[in-house]
């Protein structure tokens, strides 16, 4: 009769909980890598975007107040002027609101927005010079993505 060794049988014991063990660990870097790779990629996706539209807007609200765009020009010269200025991917509404006479002018470039999309705004507080005196305006703008 063959004696067996307790050595060889607690060995291959140790061999197989080494094995589970370290395979244990690789599912849970795993876990852990992909959780953190789709939450590094929410996290990317739209800030920017939506900073991106919020700057482009004030820029070009700047660049019309600039100009003196507003002081000068009618809604359809105004709405051509944001045309040329505006990025081609993006479309913008603007409402200028004022102690000036005349009415309430509201520019577009274009009718709606398409669906449901996020849409970013902004509002800029303007002094407006003409022969009667200071008139003090709001333009209120919206952009979104075409």
């Known amino acids: 009769m063959k004696k067996q060794s307790w050595n060889s049988h607690s060995g291959n014991k140790k061999g197989f909980v080494l094995s589970l063990d370290a395979g244990i660990a690789v599912i849970i870097t795993i876990i852990f890598i992909a959780t953190s790779a789709y939450y590094v990629g929410k996290a990317n996706e739209d800030p920017l975007t939506r900073l991106q539209m919020i700057r482009s807007g004030s820029d070009i609200i700047t660049i019309l107040d600039k100009e003196d765009v ?3 020009s009618t809604p359809i010269e105004i709405g051509d002027e944001i045309s040329t200025i505006l990025p081609p ?3 913008m509404r603007l409402r200028v609101n004022g102690t000036f ?6 520019v577009e470039t274009t009718n709606k927005t398409i ?14 010079y003409n022969e009667t005196g200071n008139h003090y305006a ?3 703008y919206w952009m979104w993505q075409k």
């Open 70 to 72: 507003f002081e000068t």
């Open 115 to 128: 669906g449901k999309q996020f849409v970013v705004s902004g509002e800029r507080v303007l002094v407006m």
């Open 138 to 140: 709001t333009v209120r």
């Open 89 to 91: 991917f993006y479309e």
């Open 101 to 106: 006479p005349q009415e309430t002018l509201t």
